[in-house]
């Protein structure tokens, strides 16, 4: 756990950093590639949810301090989804590729729509719109075309950082 949480650390500095400085000037219809929540929906794939938890907390209050967001508001968000990968990994057993589709999507609403009920609860303007729609289907494009760039790289830093289980043969 101790790599990991420092793995997280600098991994999520890095992706937050680049979320707040690169990906605002490649927008689309006001709508980016989120690499935060790529990562950690990736992470979330093959790990256990105390270590999920750890990922989402770190990576949501990194990216909360580079925006406008009240900290800890992207960190529930993740949180949340972490727990419900956790419940639908235990229900049913999926492929992890599929996992991670439905890990990136869930979050990309799941965020969004937490944001917004943040910033109703705050005082920001948030209309629910057309234009509204059409920047998360971008968000969702970029995210879904980011996660099959980043899974393949992400799950090997996972394999070489998860200790080998002693059950499994040599």
């Known amino acids: 756990m101790g790599r990991s949480f420092s793995l997280a650390i600098v991994l999520l500095m890095f992706a937050a950093l680049f979320n707040s400085s690169v990906i605002p000037h490649v927008r689309i219809q006001g709508g980016g590639a989120d690499v935060v929540l790529v990562i950690i929906s990736i992470w979330m794939v093959g790990t256990t949810l105390q270590e999920n938890i750890i990922w989402?907390?770190?990576?949501?209050?990194?990216?909360?301090?580079?925006?406008?967001?009240?900290?800890?508001?992207?960190?529930?968000?993740?949180?949340?989804?972490?727990?419900?990968?956790?419940?639908?990994?235990?229900?049913?057993?999926?492929?992890?590729?599929?996992?991670m589709f439905m890990s990136v999507v869930a979050t990309t609403l799941l965020k969004e729509i937490t944001l917004i009920a943040v910033g109703v609860l705050i005082g920001f303007a948030t209309q629910l719109n057309r234009a509204f729609i059409s920047m998360l289907m971008v968000t969702l494009i970029y995210n879904l075309a980011l996660s099959l760039v980043a899974y393949p790289m992400v799950r090997m830093l996972q394999i070489r950082l998860t200790p080998p289980s002693v059950s499994s043969p040599r």
């Open 56 to 99: 989402a907390f770190v990576g949501g209050m990194l990216q909360d301090l580079l925006s406008l967001y009240p900290l800890g508001s992207t960190s529930l968000a993740y949180i949340i989804m972490a727990f419900l990968l956790d419940r639908l990994t235990n229900a049913v057993r999926l492929p992890d590729w599929l996992r």
